[in-house]
Each structure stands twice: as structure tokens, then as C-alpha cells.
């Protein structure tokens, strides 16, 4: 069987999962751009793979048809949202993916936005870069109202680890976790109650058509001057010319993002003294990175041991 992984990093952290997959018989292909691939990238060299282990690039229609090998395609993370569905059932393409190997890496990278933005950690760091010696006054995250748009497993690990630090804690999901909100003190409000109470806001949910640029002008209106606001979910749910103009009206807000609607981002919250920005890292934790590929790989060696 030949395999191609598209991920930027398979088994560069720790050999074992390409072993894993070698052991049991698979010709192995790395991707070789180093890098996400573009559409057209993807269709120069998904022919002839039976399974594929895919990171973020887009996987449509037109590049799935071009797989005309494919069996299997696991998604190397839990976001599904660049995958066609219905072109994998047309083209009898199995899709999995790893949902639960990132939520410590992507739950602590949001905290750790969090609290960069309210001590403006990573400013000062460029201003002392730069040779500039300014102190910036900023707020303790103890106290604060904590709101999490979408309680799954990330959320609902981020809300234990904000435990220490005292917070309320509100919440918005469609499908509530009543249990886990009642044992961990944590409100469900809806979405405006969150959005019009909340100190920060954290965003934990999936990409969905009817969810993009849930984060726009109109909620910014509603929203604290002084609201931080955290995206390590995915890209395209803000509104990113919206938070521009809101950041760049209101200079004690505040913004953390590690997805983007277009990755690699070159755009205008790079000038924006009150916006942190990081390069899509949310499971770039070698502990984290292990695990999904080894998942990966074991999902990969499960699906053709059943044929």
C-alpha cells in the first residue's frame, strides 16, 4: 500500500509513527513542499496513494477526483471543514481524523494568548527588540469574566485549566454539556448575554459554512471596549477586517489569534500593537504532535487490516 502524508511535520518530532507504518507494510511518500499545499499542489501528487494522512490544505472535489487510488484519508487534527464529504462518499473515499490528541496543546496556546494579551507579554518583548523601554499597564486574568463560545473538548479543558485563576466562566454551544457545566461552575447564557458580559472571549468551534465570520462588525458593537478576544479554533470565524477596525478604534482591547481565514497571514493586524499573532501552532507541542501521528498512524494500519 502507498501512503502520502501532507502534513508539514509527520514524523519529524519522533520517528515512531513512520516506523509504525513501515512495519506494517506502507510504502511512505512525505510531503515535498515542507509547507501546506496549495490546490494545485495537491493535484500534481495525490495519483497513486492508496491512503493519505492530510493536514489543513483543501481537500474539494477536484483534488479528491484526482485520487483515483484512494481508500482512506485520515485528517491529521480534528477540524474537518477542508474536506469535501460528499466527494469522499462519491469517490468511496473512508475519512477519519484524530480528535482528541490536540485539546491540551490548543487549550494551554489559548490560555497562554490569553495571558499575553492582558500583560501585553509579546508588545513588550518587540518594543525591548527594538530598543524601546516602555512598561505597559495591563489586568489580571483573576476576576475576570471568561466567555467560551463552544464547550467541546477544548473549551471544556480550557475552563479546568482557568480553574486556579478564579473566574466566572459563561458559555454559548448548541449542544449544551449540562453535566460537566454543572460540575465546573460554568453558565450557560446565550450568544449575546456572553458576548455583552464577557471580559475575554475564546473561540471553540468548528468551521461551518453558516459559522463563517460568526465573529463580525455586529458583535463588535456589542462587545466590551475592552474585550479580549482569542481565536486558536479556526480560521475564517472572525470577521478579520471587522476585528482590524474594532482593535484599531478601541486601544485597550485586545486580540490573540492562531488561525486565519488565508494562511500564511500577511495582513493588516500584523501592524496592530494590540493583536499577537502565531503561525498556526495550536498542536505544535511535541507531545501533542506524537500522539495525532501516532493515532493517525494507527487509524491508517486499522482500516486496511479490515479489508
Known amino acids: 500500500m502507498r501512503l502520502l502524508t501532507t502534513t508539514s511535520s509527520f514524523g519529524k518530532v519522533d520517528p515512531r509513527p ?42 474539494n472535489a477536484e483534488v479528491l477526483a484526482s485520487a483515483k487510488s484512494l481508500k482512506y484519508l485520515c485528517r491529521l487534527g480534528a477540524g474537518m471543514d477542508n474536506v469535501d464529504f460528499e466527494a469522499a462518499e462519491k469517490f468511496n473515499i473512508k475519512v477519519e481524523n484524530t480528535p482528541s490528541a490536540h485539546v ?17 507579554i509579546a508588545n513588550a518583548h518587540t518594543n525591548i527588540t527594538n530598543g524601546v523601554w516602555e512598561k505597559p499597564m495591563g489586568g489580571l486574568l483573576k476576576g475576570k469574566t471568561v466567555g467560551i463560545i463552544g464547550l467541546g473538548r477544548v473549551g ?9 485563576f478564579k473566574v466566572k466562566v459563561l458559555a454559548f454551544d448548541v449542544h449544551q454539556n449540562t453535566d460537566f457545566a454543572k460540575n465546573n461552575g460554568v453558565f450557560f447564557v446565550t450568544m449575546d448575554e456572553l458576548v455583552t458580559m464577557s471580559d475575554i472571549i475564546s473561540i471553540h468551534t ?15 458593537t456589542k462587545a466590551k471596549k475592552t474585550l479580549c ?45 494590540n493583536c499577537t499573532l502565531t503561525p498556526h501552532i495550536g498542536s505544535y507541542a511535541s507531545e501533542v504532535r506524537i500522539n495525532m501521528e501516532m493515532e493517525a498512524a494507527q487509524n491508517v494500519i486499522n482500516f486496511f487490516k479490515k479489508r
Request: aromatic share 8%; with cysteine; charged share 20%.
Open 18 to 59: 513512520l516506523q509504525l507504518l513501515e512495519e506494517a507494510g506502507f510504502d511512505m511518500t512525505l510531503n515535498p513542499f515542507g509547507r501546506t499545499l496549495t490546490i494545485e499542489e495537491s493535484l500534481s501528487v495525490m495519483e497513486g496513494y492508496d491512503a493519505l494522512i492530510a493536514g489543513t490544505e483543501k481537500l
Open 104 to 120: 491540551d496543546g490548543v487549550a494551554e496556546l489559548t490560555l497562554g494568548g490569553i495571558l499575553s494579551c492582558l500583560r501585553s
Open 229 to 273: 478576544l482569542v481565536n486558536a479554533s479556526r480560521g475564517g470565524l472572525v470577521d478579520e477586517a471587522a476585528l482590524f477596525a474594532f482593535l484599531n478604534a478601541n486601544p485597550s482591547a485586545s486580540a490573540y489569534l492562531d488561525t486565519f481565514e488565508n494562511e500564511p497571514y500577511h495582513g493588516p493586524l500584523c501592524q496592530l500593537k
Open 206 to 220: 468548528p468551521f461551518t459554512p453558516e459559522a463563517k465570520h460568526m465573529i463580525n462588525a455586529d458583535f463588535f
Open 156 to 164: 471544556c479543558r480550557l475552563v479546568e485549566l482557568l480553574s486556579p
